[in-house]
């Protein structure tokens, strides 16, 4: 290699450490969804895109799920390489139950409002604080915050993994208070939350969504977890983002109002080209739908230089992988048992 070479790629490393991500020009109409599929057959890599990101990114992509089915497909794949076309924590967790696989993130600033509501150290004061408390966090945590914990749960298993414990155990969850609130309801419980949340769906607004039933009075309204409990009440359907997707496709209606993550509708439409889905509004501006920013940081130019260059990648400290490891373990362990 000349030292031109070597030069110019001293230059793209430091600049990818500045961005936090892979910048590195690209050929003009090069076709990158075929390049990527080459890539991955080449490096043994499987690229797992959540549904809150880009739609191109999820037609990539050999799966696409919410967090549970993410985590699932990441415990058992064979491939050398894993891509996580989501946000950080997801990356962390990939890299939690594979550690001797390279786990890359396209854009290490994709961050999660709900993870970041969550600092560990402040998170440990709480738990000490409350020492005779099972702690259950939400999958939407740091590593760190996972290693403070004795089970992980997601929105498609939060419920059932919460009544497997006896009704008068003292439980600790965090850090989503409107999924707590809501198990709460379910399941008659009063347990501890930590006041963490959603920047998404913490911003739908209920008078935007009746507005919008007005006008669609035949269309049935989804709405995740993480929402308020007041939009919660207007639902005709609350679950998970795969669990609304299976609702949506399923279900007789021809028209729905959806109050979660805007990606979705994507995989929605695809379900069901035939039906219409309309994406929720924000009560803070006058946009049409709700957008997680930090999923939209993964692009298709981001995934082909991430798989190119085997960058960023994803480390957890191994002391604290040992600890996260566990709950995360006991969350899959019980999913199964229950059939999730």
């Known amino acids: 290699m000349t030292n031109q070479k070597i030069n110019k790629m001293e230059e ?43 739609g191109a990114v999820q037609d990539v992509a050999d799966f696409v799920g919410d967090s549970l089915a993410l985590a699932q497909q990441a415990a058992k794949t064979d491939a050398d390489i894993i891509v996580m076309c989501g946000v950080h924590f997801m990356g962390e967790t990939n890299k939690i139950l594979c550690p ?73 969850f965090g850090p989503d208070q409107n999924l707590g609130q809501y198990i709460n309801s379910l399941t008659g419980r009063n347990m501890l939350l930590w006041e963490g ?70 995989e929605m439409q695809k379900g069901a080209p035939h039906k219409t889905f309309i994406p929720a509004p924000p009560d803070d501006s006058t946009c049409a739908c709700n957008e997680c920013n930090f999923m939209k940081l993964i692009s298709m130019k981001k995934l082909y230089n991430c798989l190119k260059y085997e960058w960023p990648e994803i480390k957890v400290d191994p002391h604290v992988a040992e600890k996260a490891v566990r709950p995360i373990n006991k969350m899959l362990e019980i999913s199964k048992q229950l059939g999730l």
């Open 12 to 54: 793209i490393n430091k600049k990818w450490h500045e961005l936090g991500y892979v910048d590195e020009p690209i050929a003009e109409g090069l076709d990158l969804k075929t390049e990527i599929r080459k890539l991955c057959k080449a490096k043994n890599a499987i690229v797992m895109a959540h549904y809150y990101t880009d």
């Open 100 to 172: 001797n696989k390279k786990v890359l993130v396209p854009d290490l600033n994709a961050s999660c409002s709900l993870a970041e509501s969550c600092p560990a150290d402040e998170f440990e004061k709480f738990v000490k604080a409350h020492p005779d408390h099972t702690v259950i966090s939400y999958v939407n945590t740091t590593a760190a915050v996972k290693a403070l914990t004795d089970v992980v749960v997601t929105s498609s298993n939060a419920r059932q993994i919460v009544e497997s414990f006896p009704k008068d155990t003292p439980i600790i």
């Open 197 to 266: 949340a959603c920047h998404v769906h913490e911003k739908f607004s209920v008078e935007k969504i009746l507005k919008l039933k007005a006008d669609h009075p035949k269309a049935k309204i989804l709405a995740h977890p993480e929402c308020k409990g007041a939009l919660l009440k207007l639902a005709d359907k609350v679950g998970s983002t795969s669990a609304l997707l299976k609702y949506s496709i399923a279900d007789e209606a021809q028209e729905f109002i959806v109050a979660t993550e805007s990606g979705i509708l994507h």
